[in-house]
């Protein structure tokens, strides 16, 4: 071979790739990392889920190991030997007596396991009313009697007849220690020697979410302090106000419900499958108890039967991720009008009522949100009709 055809050879295997080539191969590259990109999106936000999924769950076993004991713990209360059971529509003594005890037991999980900042009333307002005291808990006691509705519950202790009236005598019927302990925790003194008062607006964002975990955080769960639970990844103080939330896997405080009865789910949720005698199946196919639904009024004293307001069915409470779009889409809290009307309502369901409105469904909690309502304070307002489409909740088929 002559030096002219080597040298025609070496140019020809030197020609780099054309134009062409490299907007080509730039193409199929980079079609190649965004599906990548997706994939890998779609993999991360599938483990945040599931992720998610346990801490719901968790959150969902304590929440409903303290609601449970409310069937069976006592109150701690006599009844006034004298007490003559005469009341419209409830004719008989012991029946009189049942309804007192739920209404005093609803009272009890308000201050117990509060879902809302409106439970307590434990507010800066609130606190600063007339008189003073050594006291530590005299503004905590003062907040527990501003809070009630009158309920007249002919119901005595040592003798002394237990009668709740809004500004006045302290209600003989006390605070528990464990609502003590949490209203503390939303407190602050200025001095070992003057009372707890609230701290300055905890309230304002997050409340539902700081309430879930001070429940968790006082509570014991298999012997153990419940806290424990979780993980440093699953508590956070994303408003940075001193209080904690529990956290899912996208970095939004978990929320939870004491009563959703406007959360479709709940009608699934408590049905007896060991005792179908106890099971009535309505018009619309729903399955729902023929007595009362709450666990502990199994013997059906909600004021609401027989009128044209009944209970409905509740199951358990329920524990909500906003899942990834970080918006719940469900009233977590109520608003406006509503919200005033609750806190005020007294006359004939006293309050707190676990189906309130009871004339206006669509507005209970748990229901599906209007575009642009809010869930909360603080919380984002729906951007459409089905954002909570991405929630995880403890209520789910396959969170069980």
């Given at each position: 071979?002559?030096?002219?055809?080597?040298?025609?050879?070496?140019?020809?295997?030197?020609?780099?790739?054309?134009?062409?080539?490299?907007?080509?191969?730039?193409?199929?590259?980079?079609a190649l990392s965004g599906m990548f990109a997706l994939a890998y999106r779609g993999a991360a936000q599938e483990a945040s889920a599931q992720k998610t999924k346990t801490t719901v769950q968790k959150v969902s076993r304590v929440i409903n190991s303290i609601y449970e004991q409310y069937a069976m713990e006592p109150l701690g209360v006599s009844f006034s030997p004298n007490w003559v059971p005469a009341s419209a529509g409830i004719p008989s003594r012991t029946a009189r007596i049942e309804r007192t005890k739920l209404a005093l037991t609803r009272d009890r999980l308000r201050f117990e396991m509060p879902d809302c900042a409106?439970?307590?009333?434990?507010?800066?307002?609130?606190?600063?009313?007339?008189?003073?005291?050594?006291?530590?808990?005299?503004?905590?006691?003062r907040t527990y009697k501003r809070s009630h509705a009158t309920i007249d519950t002919l119901l005595a202790v040592n003798g002394n007849p237990i009668v709740f009236h809004p500004n006045q005598a302290l209600p003989n019927y006390p605070l528990s220690s464990r609502a003590v302990r949490l209203m503390r925790k939303l407190s602050t003194r200025a001095s070992m020697s003057e009372p707890y008062i609230p701290i300055p607006n905890w309230e304002v964002t997050n409340a539902n979410a700081e309430l879930l975990y001070l429940i968790i955080e006082d509570a014991t769960f298999d012997g153990s302090s419940?806290?424990?639970?979780?993980?440093?990844?699953?508590?956070?103080?994303?408003?940075?106000?001193?209080l904690n939330e529990i956290l899912d896997a996208f970095g939004k405080p978990i929320c939870w419900?004491?009563?959703p009865s406007g959360f479709?789910?709940?009608v699934f949720a408590h049905p007896d499958p060991l005792d179908p005698a106890l099971i009535s199946v309505l018009p619309n196919g729903q399955r729902r108890l023929?007595?009362?639904?709450?666990?502990?009024?199994?013997?059906?004293?909600?004021?609401?039967?027989?009128?044209?307001?009944?209970?409905?069915?509740?199951?358990?409470?329920?524990?909500v991720s906003a899942g990834n779009d970080r918006s719940f889409g469900i009233r977590i809290g109520l608003q406006g009008a509503i919200k005033a009307n609750r806190n005020g309502a007294a006359a004939v369901f006293g309050y707190p009522d676990p189906w309130f409105p009871r004339d206006n469904a669509p507005q209970r909690l748990g229901s599906p949100l209007g575009v642009g309502e809010v869930s909360q304070d603080g919380d984002e307002p729906a951007r459409q009709l089905n954002d909570s489409s991405d929630n995880i909740?403890?209520?789910d088929g396959d969170a069980a």
């Open positions: 071979m002559n030096n002219n055809a080597m040298h025609n050879t070496t140019k020809k295997n030197d020609r780099g790739f054309t134009l062409i080539e490299l907007l080509v191969v730039i193409a199929i590259l980079g409106d439970d307590l009333k434990w507010t800066q307002v609130s606190a600063f009313i007339n008189g003073t005291s050594s006291n530590p808990d005299y503004h905590i006691l419940a806290i424990e639970l979780f993980g440093k990844a699953e508590v956070g103080d994303t408003d940075s106000d001193g419900l004491r009563w479709a789910g709940t023929s007595i009362g639904d709450e666990p502990y009024d199994l013997m059906g004293m909600d004021p609401g039967w027989n009128t044209d307001y009944p209970p409905e069915p509740l199951g358990q409470p329920l524990v909740t403890n209520l």
